[in-house]
């Protein structure tokens, strides 16, 4: 949809990238994830953007096909509390999400087919710099 490269940390490249070489990876999300990866800015976890998707952040996504709205919580895999909103940073549509500024947008294949979504605004759930 857009070619605005991902912002990633070290840890959010090395996770992408790990998603990327999984078995389970549809064909869609792995040529995404391939030009995603090759083109994204890395940066130091303290210079990361507060309107960038990364772990520790909360999102309010919408789902462009569906129109619907919704917010999430992107916490780590140990602490994902799905009637809290809180999804791990290994959910699919985090893999989907994370890198990607306010206002951007995405499609990532799910269950259900391929999904257009749309970030539209993001803040840190705690102090995402220490």
């Given at each position: 949809m857009q070619n605005i490269p991902l912002i990633l940390t070290d840890k959010e490249h090395k996770l992408l990238s790990d998603h990327y070489i999984s078995a389970d990876t549809p064909e869609f999300n792995r040529r995404r994830l391939f030009l995603e990866l090759k083109n994204a800015r890395m940066v130091p976890q303290e210079c990361m953007p507060l309107n960038v998707v990364c772990a520790n952040s909360r999102v309010l996504v919408t789902n462009l096909d569906k129109r619907q709205t919704f917010s999430i919580r992107i916490v780590p895999s140990d602490y994902a509390i799905l009637p809290r909103n809180e999804l791990s940073v290994t959910d699919p549509l985090?893999?989907?999400?994370?890198?990607?500024a306010a206002g951007a947008s995405t499609e990532w294949e799910m269950?259900?087919?391929?999904?257009?979504?749309?970030?539209?605004?993001?803040?840190?759930?705690?102090?995402?710099?220490?």
């Open positions: 985090v893999i989907a999400l994370l890198g990607y269950k259900d087919g391929i999904n257009r979504l749309k970030v539209m605004s993001v803040w840190p759930i705690e102090d995402r710099h220490h």
